[in-house]
């Protein structure tokens, strides 16, 4: 009993393809260096994922070398990049703040010079009379 014509299957017959070891090199060097991703080799060469890793475990260097390499999920890569630039936006107010910092000193500086009077407060010095206490209580009835 045939098949009608609209229910045969539309999947093309398998075509039995090799390789060579130079692009199957390649390719996992490829993917050793971030360039291209299992997922692409699969698609864009129409080959299964098992195949492709079976080409990485037979020629992968950081495999035979014992090197994990790590993959970084892209959320990973938007936070770190995210990160770094909350870190240079932070040391830019901080310098904004030092600067800051500095030309109040400097004037503080010129002012005593010119006035000749000790603007900055000193922390070693004595207490000016009647700032401390006198041991009485002094209450109005």
Avoid at 5 to 13: F, G, R, V, Y
Avoid at 97 to 123: G, P, R, S
């Amino acid at each position: 009993m045939a098949k009608p014509e609209n229910l045969k299957s539309k999947t093309q017959p398998r075509i039995q393809r090799y390789f060579s070891e130079g692009f199957r090199r390649q390719k996992v060097e490829e993917i050793e260096k971030n360039i291209s991703k299992v997922s692409e080799i699969c698609r864009e060469y129409q080959v299964s994922k098992t195949s492709v890793y079976k080409w990485i475990y037979k020629y992968s260097v950081m495999r035979k070398k014992a090197i994990r390499q790590v993959i970084e999920a892209q959320s990973d890569t938007r936070k770190i990049i995210h990160l770094k630039e909350q870190v240079k936006q932070l040391e830019r107010i901080i310098g904004q703040k030092q600067i800051l910092i500095d030309f109040q000193e400097k004037v503080i500086e010129i002012a005593e010079q010119e006035y000749n009077i000790d603007i900055k407060k000193k922390f070693a010095s004595m207490p000016y009379a009647g700032s401390g206490k006198t041991g009485t209580n002094t209450t109005t009835k």
